[in-house]
C-alpha cells in the first residue's frame, strides 16, 4: 500500500484542485492541456488499463479502480 500513497495523493490534489474533473475524461483533459502526459502516465500506472481504456474515463472512474486495488 505504501508504494500506492503518491499516487493516491496526486489523484486528492488533481481532483481538489480541477473544477469539472469529475466529469471530464481523462482523454479530454489531456487534449484541452489541462492533464500533462506526465500526470496522466502516473495516474494510469498499475491500474491495468491501457492508454486508450483509461482516456475515456473520468478521475472518479479511475480513483474507484485503484482503491479496489488495495
Known amino acids: 500500500m505504501t ?3 503518491p ?3 496526486l489523484l486528492a490534489v488533481v481532483g481538489a484542485f480541477a473544477p469539472g474533473a469529475s466529469a471530464q ?3 479530454d483533459r489531456l ?3 489541462r492533464l500533462s502526459e506526465a500526470a496522466f502516465q502516473q ?3 498499475s491500474t491495468g488499463l491501457t492508454p ?3 482516456r475515456g474515463l473520468t ?3 479511475i480513483v474507484a ?3 479496489q486495488d488495495d
Do not use: H, N, P, V
Request: aromatic share 8%; proline share 0%.
Open 3 to 5: 508504494s500506492k500513497l
Open 31 to 33: 487534449d484541452s492541456g
Open 43 to 45: 495516474l494510469i500506472f
Open 52 to 54: 486508450q481504456e483509461a
Open 65 to 67: 479502480i485503484r482503491w
Open 7 to 9: 499516487a493516491l495523493a
Open 59 to 61: 478521475l472518479d472512474e
Open 25 to 27: 475524461t481523462l482523454g
